[in-house]
C-alpha cells in the first residue's frame, strides 16, 4: 500500500528535515484533515465516581453499597453539579466541567460491550474494544487500522504520502492498530534516536554526529523493498523529532500542563500536530485503573483522575491558543475497557463491572450534553442492599447488570458516528471497521463536518 510510506524518497532522511523549513504552497485534493486522539483507560476506570449519579434515588443506592468510597452530593468534596443533570464531576475533575460548560465535552453514560457478551477479563474486554469485534478476539486487524485503511485506500480521503500519519504512545503497537504498517510506536518522541547502544559509531569532534545517520540512509536508498521503505520511514521520522521536536514544549496556552505521564504526553501530542506533520491518529494509554484495593488512597485513584483532566483542559487550551484550524479539527475521545460494581468491596476498591462512561473532546464535538439512556442503580432486594420495591415501577429486581451498571449505548455507535460525522465514512466503510454491527443511528454526539480549506499542506510535506 502505497499509503504506508512516510515519504516517496525515504532513504534520505535529510528530506524530512530540510520539508519542515519549507512553507510554499502546492494544490492538493479536498483531503480530509481531523486528528483524533484516542485515549485507552487501561485497567477498567470507576464511572461512577468520575461522573456520579446525583438523582436522589440513585445516589441513595450508590451511597449505600459505598458507604467509604462514595463523593457526596452536598458538603464537603462533593462532586461538582453539571448543570441541571441528575450528575456530577468528581470535584478533582473540575477542569471537565469548565470543558462541559464551554460546549466542549460531552459525556455519554453506560456505554460499553452490550451485557450479553460483556467480559471482565482485562484481556478480552479490552481486545473487544480494539479490535471492534465484541465477543471475539481473534479479529486479524485492529478497528483503528480498518479505520485508516478506508480514509487511505476505500474512500481516497489521505494523500498519497504522509511523513507521520499515526502515533501511537506506547512501547510496542496498540491492538486497536493490528494490521498497521504506517504508525510510528514510541514511548516519547525524545526517546525515539539513533544515538546509544553498543553500536554507536561516533564521528570526530570537528564533525559532530553518528556514523549511523549518514550510513543508513545509503544502505536504504538502494532497495525499493519494504524492508528498505521501513527504514527509510524510521529514519524520516528520526530526522523530523531530532531536528524539530522540543523537549522543553510549553504550550501556546495559559494553563499549565504539568509534570506527569499523561500531561507530558497530551503536551507531545499538541506539540507533534503544530509542526504540521499530517497525522490523523495518536494513542494514548493512560493505566493504573484497576482498583481493586485502597481506591480511597489519592495515588489510586482521584490524582490519576486530577492529572488527566489538568492535562486534557490544557492540551485544549494550548490548541485554541495555536491559531490556525488544529482545535477546529482535532477530537478526543476517552474511553475504558469496562467499569467497576456499583458496590465497593472488603478492601476499599471496586471490582470489574461493565458500562462505564465515555467522553468526547474537542470543537467539533456537540458538548455540554450527557448523552446514552442512564439504566440506574436500584440493586434489588435479592442481595439486601434494600429492602424496597423500586420507585420507579414498584419492582425488586435490580437494574444493575450482575452488580454493576448496565450497558445501553454500544461502544460501537459513539465512534461510528465520529467515523460518519467527522471522517466521511459512508455505511460501507463503517461496517468494514466494525463488521457484525448493526442498528447504527447518531446520537448527535458530533457536529457533522463542514467544508473547510485544506490547510495541513500548507508545509508542502504531501505534494
Given at each position: 500500500m502505497k499509503r504506508r510510506h512516510f515519504?516517496?524518497?525515504?532513504?534520505?532522511?535529510?528530506?524530512?528535515?530540510?520539508?519542515?523549513?519549507?512553507?510554499?504552497?502546492?494544490?492538493?485534493?479536498?483531503?480530509?484533515?481531523?486528528?483524533?486522539?484516542?485515549?485507552?483507560?487501561?485497567?477498567?476506570?470507576?464511572?461512577?465516581?468520575?461522573?456520579?449519579?446525583?438523582?436522589a434515588n440513585d445516589h441513595e443506592y450508590y451511597s449505600i453499597m459505598r458507604p467509604n468510597l462514595h463523593?457526596?452530593?452536598?458538603?464537603?468534596?462533593?462532586?461538582?453539579q453539571i448543570g441541571s443533570e441528575p450528575f456530577g464531576f468528581n470535584p478533582v475533575a473540575a477542569p471537565l466541567l469548565d470543558l462541559y460548560n464551554a460546549g466542549d465535552l460531552a459525556v455519554i453514560q453506560a456505554v460499553g460491550?452490550?451485557?450479553?457478551?460483556?467480559?471482565?477479563?482485562?484481556?478480552?474486554?479490552?481486545?473487544?474494544?480494539?479490535?471492534?469485534?465484541?465477543?471475539?478476539?481473534?479479529?486479524?486487524?485492529?478497528?483503528?487500522?480498518?479505520?485508516?485503511?478506508?480514509?487511505?485506500?476505500?474512500?481516497?480521503?489521505?494523500?498519497?504520502?504522509i511523513f507521520l500519519p499515526i502515533i501511537a504512545f506506547r512501547?510496542?503497537?496498540?491492538?486497536?492498530?493490528?494490521?498497521?504498517?504506517?504508525?510510528?510506536?514510541?514511548?516519547?518522541?525524545?526517546?525515539?534516536?539513533?544515538?546509544?547502544?553498543?553500536?554507536?559509531?561516533?564521528?570526530?569532534?570537528?564533525?559532530?554526529?553518528?556514523?549511523?545517520?549518514?550510513?543508513?540512509?545509503?544502505?536504504?536508498?538502494?532497495?525499493?523493498?519494504e524492508f528498505s521503505h521501513a527504514g527509510g520511514q524510521a529514519l524520516s521520522a528520526e530526522a523530523i523529532l531530532r531536528t524539530s521536536f522540543d523537549e522543553e514544549y510549553t504550550g501556546s496556552g495559559s494553563l499549565p500542563y504539568?509534570?506527569?505521564?499523561?500531561?507530558?504526553?497530551?503536551?507531545?501530542?499538541?506539540?507533534?500536530i503544530k509542526l504540521d506533520l499530517g497525522t490523523r491518529i495518536?494513542?494514548?494509554?493512560?493505566?493504573?485503573?484497576?482498583?481493586?484495593?485502597?481506591?480511597?488512597?489519592?495515588?489510586?485513584?482521584?490524582?490519576?483522575?486530577?492529572?488527566?483532566?489538568?492535562?486534557?483542559?490544557?492540551?485544549?487550551?494550548?490548541l485554541e491558543s495555536s491559531g490556525g484550524s488544529y482545535a477546529a479539527r482535532t477530537t478526543v475521545i476517552v474511553q475504558s475497557e469496562f467499569g467497576r460494581r456499583a458496590y465497593e468491596n472488603i478492601t476499599n476498591g471496586t471490582d470489574h463491572g461493565n458500562g462505564n462512561v465515555m467522553f468526547a473532546i474537542g470543537k467539533p464535538v456537540n458538548g455540554g450534553s450527557i448523552y446514552g439512556d442512564w439504566p440506574g442503580l436500584y440493586p434489588g432486594t435479592a442481595d439486601g442492599w434494600v429492602d424496597y420495591p423500586n420507585p420507579k415501577n414498584g419492582s425488586t429486581e435490580p437494574e444493575l447488570f450482575?452488580?454493576?451498571?448496565?450497558?445501553?449505548?454500544?461502544?460501537?455507535?459513539?465512534?461510528?458516528?465520529?467515523?460518519?460525522?467527522?471522517?466521511?465514512?459512508?455505511?460501507?466503510?463503517?461496517?468494514?471497521?466494525?463488521?457484525?454491527?448493526?442498528?447504527?443511528?447518531?446520537?448527535?454526539?458530533?457536529?457533522?463536518?463542514?467544508?473547510?480549506?485544506?490547510?495541513?499542506?500548507?508545509?508542502?510535506?504531501e505534494s
Open positions: 515519504i516517496k524518497n525515504s532513504a534520505l532522511g535529510s528530506i524530512a528535515a530540510s520539508a519542515l523549513a519549507s512553507h510554499s504552497s502546492h494544490a492538493a485534493p479536498a483531503y480530509n484533515e481531523e486528528i483524533l486522539v484516542h485515549i485507552f483507560l487501561r485497567g477498567g476506570i470507576d464511572g461512577c465516581n468520575f461522573v456520579v449519579p446525583l438523582d463523593i457526596p452530593d452536598s458538603g464537603a468534596g462533593s462532586a461538582l460491550t452490550p451485557d450479553d457478551i460483556a467480559s471482565r477479563s482485562h484481556f478480552d474486554a479490552e481486545k473487544y474494544i480494539e479490535l471492534g469485534t465484541p465477543g471475539f478476539v481473534g479479529t486479524p486487524s485492529g478497528w483503528l487500522h480498518r479505520h485508516f485503511f478506508a480514509m487511505a485506500e476505500t474512500l481516497g480521503l489521505y494523500p498519497e504520502e512501547n510496542n503497537p496498540p491492538v486497536s492498530l493490528l494490521g498497521n504498517t504506517s504508525s510510528l510506536t514510541v514511548s516519547s518522541p525524545s526517546a525515539f534516536k539513533l544515538n546509544n547502544a553498543h553500536w554507536r559509531w561516533a564521528v570526530e569532534d570537528t564533525n559532530p554526529g553518528y556514523k549511523q545517520l549518514q550510513m543508513l540512509p545509503d544502505l536504504y536508498a538502494v532497495g525499493a523493498d504539568g509534570d506527569n505521564q499523561i500531561a507530558n504526553r497530551l503536551s507531545d501530542v499538541a506539540q507533534l495518536f494513542t494514548i494509554d493512560y493505566h493504573n485503573f484497576d482498583s481493586h484495593t485502597s481506591q480511597d488512597n489519592p495515588d489510586n485513584y482521584d490524582n490519576l483522575l486530577a492529572n488527566m483532566c489538568a492535562g486534557l483542559a490544557a492540551f485544549m487550551d494550548d450482575q452488580g454493576a451498571l448496565s450497558t445501553t449505548t454500544d461502544f460501537r455507535r459513539v465512534l461510528s458516528e465520529y467515523l460518519a460525522a467527522r471522517c466521511e465514512h459512508t455505511p460501507t466503510t463503517r461496517a468494514s471497521v466494525f463488521p457484525d454491527y448493526s442498528g447504527y443511528s447518531a446520537m448527535g454526539v458530533f457536529e457533522p463536518l463542514a467544508e473547510q480549506p485544506d490547510m495541513i499542506f500548507k508545509g508542502g510535506f
